[in-house]
């Protein structure tokens, strides 16, 4: 990094909205929020009931409701809801993938910087690992990873996620952690915290769920060692300001799991299931090993290749809200192919590339590769595209993100500067 240089050589042409969208991101979330108790309360419950496998039977078959409902009660009506997540238990293949995809909050990639982030902002060097939420109730601790499927099933020092001698914790406590399990010291580390001993913290803002983080978790004994009735420890991430030295300190500084990129999130953000730009994710070589996206046999394709969702009327588009039309494929190409609506294609970005106006797509060079891994459960979503598309290019540097830090709050405020370059 160079703290000490100031310079704008240039400003960045806009290639996304990004910064109206987290703008708007924000003023949503206080016009109109959900029942945050009883959508963690169900969260829970669905996490806990599932069946271990969570596959597609060979013969579908009826199912009942879940038996377990954390206490929630009769009045509380489900119309309330984004999320249906009482019915997750009928989910199997791809829509429950989906599903259980979508209640993380999943990050955006970062494609311009955002504005005040010395002021908004905090940083944290990403573990690399497995994805998961973490679900203590009724005396069990259970991970789940994106696609439903359960990571491990052990006894935890978390509030009541373990059969312990004294039997202690009410049945109806449960706390449910937001993590990235770490093979390599089987540590799960802890990045946010959804609800706690049954308190929702849907509704807080980042600010407050990393505070209340950072007090109750050490407090339970799940960041100590593992023992008999403690299999896995848990550890918290260092949360920086987003200032010139947080920044450094989470680019630069040591830690004890291997880094996988830069996760930024807005302080005032609540935790939203699904992609928000209230959270970005920001990798180069220094602090990934996983910057460019390389192909099944491990290798970085010539031409930068991207997973798109097939629509009923032939267009191909990204896994956003509202999804972002990359192209459109002709109807005889589509049953010649044998597709369907719903599939996930791949394909390869020609020499004609991408073609952005006013931060707007206007048209994609698109070579048709085939059907994506059946693993999948999403397209790539926009800001990822763009992130792979300017890596290759002309990537958003580290020094990009110091000289933001460094620019004064009225000019870096501006709305013609894009992006500090």
Partial sequence: MAPHDLRRAYKRPAISDQQRRR??????????????????????????????????PSEPEPEPEPELELGSSSKESDSDFEFDLRNASKLRGTEGRKWFARQLMLPEWMIDVPHRLPHDWYVFA?????????????????????NGTVLHRFPSALPNGARTRDGSGSAQSYSILDCIFHEMD????????VCWRGYSLYDCTAEFRFFWLNSKLAET??????????????????????????????????????????LFYNKHAHYQ?????????????NCSQYVIDTDNKGQVPSHQQVVLELQDDGKVTTSDDPPVVFSCLDLDFIQKSGLHSGNLLRFAIGDGGLSVVDGKL????????????RARAFADSY????FQNMVRGS???????????????????RPDVDMVG
Wanted: charged residues 25%; hydrophobic residues 30%; contains cysteine.
């Fill in 23 to 56: 703008e708007l991101s924000l003023k949503r979330q206080e016009q109109g929020r959900h029942d945050a108790q009883l959508q963690a309360r169900r969260l829970a419950s669905t996490l806990l009931s599932l069946p271990p496998e969570h596959e597609q």
């Fill in 126 to 146: 990403r573990p690399s690992g497995k994805r998961c939420f973490v679900v203590s109730s009724d005396g069990t601790t259970i991970s789940r990873q994106r």
């Fill in 186 to 193: 089987q540590t799960y580390y802890v990045i946010d915290m």
């Fill in 221 to 262: 004994g799940a960041c100590e060692p593992p023992s008999h009735y403690h299999k896995y420890r848990f550890s918290l991430v260092p949360v920086h300001t987003c200032d010139q030295s947080g920044l450094h300190a989470a680019y630069a500084g040591g830690v004890p799991y291997v880094k996988d990129g830069l």
């Fill in 273 to 285: 299931p699904g992609n928000t730009p209230l959270a970005l994710v920001w990798k180069d070589e």
């Fill in 362 to 373: 206007e048209k994609a060079d698109l070579h048709y590769l085939g059907k994506s891994n």
């Fill in 383 to 386: 800001s990822k595209v763009m």
């Fill in 395 to 413: 990537p958003l540097k580290i020094d990009d993100l110091v000289a933001s830090i460094n620019t004064p709050d009225d000019e870096g405020n």
